[in-house]
């Protein structure tokens, strides 16, 4: 029962996340998220092995939750098909009670620290490169982050598995180690590997533990968004322009200028708003705008009193837009 009651949101749906969101399922996790803006290519399936040939081209969060849902129906699963950044997905993280880092992006695992931090949130850190892996727990029990292992973040690869290569077989066991680390967060509340690196080398047969010294300095928090207040910069708003997945609202009257488009684009006063948003759109990620900003405060209270979550609002409106 606490298993069906756990939330698990795993960042990238490649080789580990691929291992990681099935295994999650498999022991009962009630509710996983898996967050991913990549599409399924054929050079990945040697090591994402719920992927066949069929799904390239396809998003991988989708088809990966088809599969999870052929093998277990009961899961909850929530489809985050879109890169992390630290607005507006990120908001997410407050959901869940565990993170699942499977990125091999060193400015990801950096940005999933920093946001762990801000939302205490604790997370299984994985990294793999041809046949060698690490696993680790940060930001559990008052232990150390990320930043306290690898301070500079030089010491981080930044080569893909795409680029660098890696052998299914470092995949698949470094996930199922992280999965054993989530299981032991969410059961016991505790885990062995809070404090220190695991180093696996799977065709040596040699595991190396490396202590982490907590460090004060380290645990400084790089983001420059206020999350608190729903607020997206002109920077993050062109970038979710791009996106398909998002809803936008525009409550601006039709004669304010410049035109934003959009295939989720409506056209919706303040004034009207309360009437005209469904309850069946109550999980959606919106993003609403005005000219000024001014309009959209009031929108995200209204949105928000109709028990929407996932609301966002342009800081500046669309003048902060037009200056960029």
């Known amino acids: 029962m606490k298993l069906k009651k756990s939330k698990a949101l795993v960042i990238g749906a490649g080789g580990l996340g691929c291992n990681v969101s099935h295994q999650l399922a498999n022991n009962g996790i009630g509710l996983i998220g898996i967050m991913d803006g990549d599409k399924i290519a054929l050079s990945n399936l040697h090591r994402q092995k719920n992927y066949q040939e069929k799904d390239i081209g396809l998003k991988k969060t989708s088809t990966l939750i088809k599969s999870i849902k052929q093998n277990n129906p009961f899961v909850v699963l929530n489809d985050y098909p879109y890169f992390l950044t630290q607005s507006p997905s990120a908001k997410v993280f407050k959901e869940y009670d ?5 990125t091999d992006n060193q400015e990801i695992k950096y940005l999933i620290n920093d946001l762990c931090v801000y939302f205490k949130k604790p997370f299984v850190f994985g990294a793999i490169q041809q046949h060698e892996g690490q696993v680790s727990v940060f930001n559990f029990n008052n232990g150390p982050t990320l930043r306290c292992a690898f301070p500079d973040v030089n010491q981080l690869t930044d080569i893909s598995c795409e680029q660098l290569g890696t052998m299914e077989i470092i995949t698949s066991t470094i996930a199922s180690m992280q999965v054993v680390e989530c299981l032991n967060l969410l059961l016991k509340k505790r885990s062995k590997l809070n ?19 907590k460090n004060s300095t380290n645990l400084s928090i790089k983001l420059d968004l206020n999350l608190k207040n729903s607020l997206i910069s002109a920077n993050d708003f062109d970038k979710a322009l791009k996106l398909e997945e998002h809803q936008f609202i525009d409550l601006r009257k039709i004669t304010e200028t410049p035109k934003i488009r959009h295939k989720n684009l409506r056209r919706i006063s303040v004034d009207k708003l309360k009437q005209n948003m469904s309850k069946k759109d109550i999980s959606n990620k919106i993003i609403v705008f005005c000219q000024s900003g001014k309009r959209s405060s009031k929108a995200i209270k209204i949105l928000e009193d109709l028990g929407y979550e996932n609301t966002f609002q342009l800081k500046g409106g669309i003048n902060s837009l037009t200056k960029q």
């Not at 565990?98 to 499977?102: A, L, S």
């Not at 404090?195 to 010294?213: P, R, S, Y």
């Open 195 to 213: 404090g220190n690196l695991l180093h696996v080398n799977v065709l040596d047969h040699t595991n190396t533990l490396f202590k982490i010294k």
């Open 98 to 102: 565990v993170i699942i880092d499977c």
